[in-house]
Structures are given as C-alpha cells and as structure tokens.
C-alpha cells in the first residue's frame, strides 16, 4: 500500500515563531488532508489540499502532487498550535494517515 | 465542536467484559468510520460504514464488533479484549466515501483494558 512519512517526527518551537511540516506519499493520490490533534485527542480537519495552495489565517497549506509532497506552514506560532499535525492521503477512496509531527510551542 | 459526538470519552473495562462505543453524527453524512490511534503508530482504519453497509474492514479481530443501525449512529461492541486493544478509538464522518470527501472526526473514546 501507499507510504506516508511525516517529518520531523517531533519540533519544539518558541511561541512566536515559523515551522514548516512536511508530508511525503508513494504514489498518486486523489485527495490529501492536513489535520489537528490537540492534546485531549480531538482531530480538526485544516486543510483538504490535493494540490495548490490554500491559507486559512496564520496556516498554509501547498501540496505538490506531481512530486510527491505537502507542506504546511504555521506561522507566529501560539501555544494552541500545540498538539499533532497529521497528513492523510486517499490513493483510492480511503485516507491513509502519516506517523504524525508532535508539535510543542513554548511561551 | 465538528458534528460528530463519541461517548464514553473514558472507559476502562476487564478482559472478561462487555462495552460498547457509541457515536453520532449530526451532519447528514451517509459514511462513518472507526479508527483506532494506539501510542506511536499512525491511525488504523477499523470499519466504514456507507448509507448503513459496511464496505471495509481492515482485518479486525472478531472482538470488536461494529453496528450501524442507522446513517446518524455507529456503535463498537467490545468483548473479551486484551490490554494490548488499550488505545483512543476515534469515530469519523463524511458525505460519501469516494475521492474528495472531508472527513470530521469526533472526540474519541479513551479506551484502557485491564
């Protein structure tokens, strides 16, 4: 089945501060997903990007689907931004979910 | 608040019990999924359930045992489960199952097996 690898695996960041989250697929894919898990477990679907760019305030999202790749950006980082990001991918018609970036912001 | 409601959030049961999850989704949606999210690994597709149909089950142990009576309700029947099925199941919504469908997830319900 398709390969879906998240990095980094882990990022401490300073509130305040820019990351970049990076989600590579194996194959095509039809649909790409960018989620939000905070610390009590609840996901928040962010962005559904197959491809392009989207921005919804301090958060984008490009998905490069001829090379493989999603990348999301938080910018002015906040403590809330904590919790794990999450890319899923439908090859077919069903999400497969990456390990996962476990974001930390300090104040 | 994304529509779709999981309870318990918390339940600890023994090996030799029976528990059910119970999920409902107040979004209209025909499909619903179990996923299972365990500590250090990516989430695990359980079941999906399309206008009350299961279409997928990914090889689950028979003790776990889903119902979906209707387009609004899904239920997780646990019997006789090993601390190993210890994990946060987590219930999901979406208009249809095919490409281009965005998935709503609920709370999720914290499950320990002792």
């Known amino acids: 089945g398709i390969q879906v690898e998240q990095s980094p695996p882990d990022l401490i960041l300073q509130e305040g501060a820019n990351s970049t989250l990076r989600c590579n697929f194996s194959?095509?894919?039809?649909?790409l997903q960018w989620f939000h898990q905070n610390p009590w477990g609840q996901l928040i679907n962010l962005f559904y990007?197959?491809?392009g760019t989207k921005q919804n305030g301090r958060l984008s999202a490009t998905t490069v689907a001829t090379e493989r790749y999603s990348l999301l950006y938080i910018s002015s980082s906040q403590t809330t931004d904590s919790g794990v990001y999450f890319c899923?991918?439908?090859?077919?018609?069903?999400?497969?979910f990456g390990g996962g970036t476990r974001l930390m912001v300090k104040p | 608040e994304t529509g779709v409601t999981q309870t318990p959030r918390h339940l600890v049961m023994g090996m030799t019990n029976k528990k059910s999850l119970k999920c409902e989704q107040h979004?209209?949606?025909?499909?619903m999924y179990w996923y299972k999210q365990s500590a250090k690994k990516p989430l695990e597709l359980m079941f999906v359930?399309?206008?009350?149909?299961?279409?997928e089950n990914n090889s689950v142990p028979s003790r776990f045992s889903p119902e979906c009576p209707n387009s609004s309700h899904l239920f997780l029947h646990l019997h006789t489960l090993q601390p190993e099925d210890s994990a946060l199941y987590l219930c999901?919504?979406?208009?249809?199952?095919?490409?281009?469908?965005?998935?709503?997830f609920g709370e999720g319900s914290w499950l320990t097996v002792v």
């Open positions: 999901a919504s979406s208009q249809g199952t095919g490409t281009g469908n965005t998935i709503y």
């Open positions: 194959d095509s894919v039809n649909n």
């Open positions: 990007i197959p491809s």
């Open positions: 899923a991918v439908e090859p077919g018609n069903m999400l497969t």
């Open positions: 979004l209209g949606h025909n499909a």
């Open positions: 359930y399309s206008l009350e149909e299961r279409v």
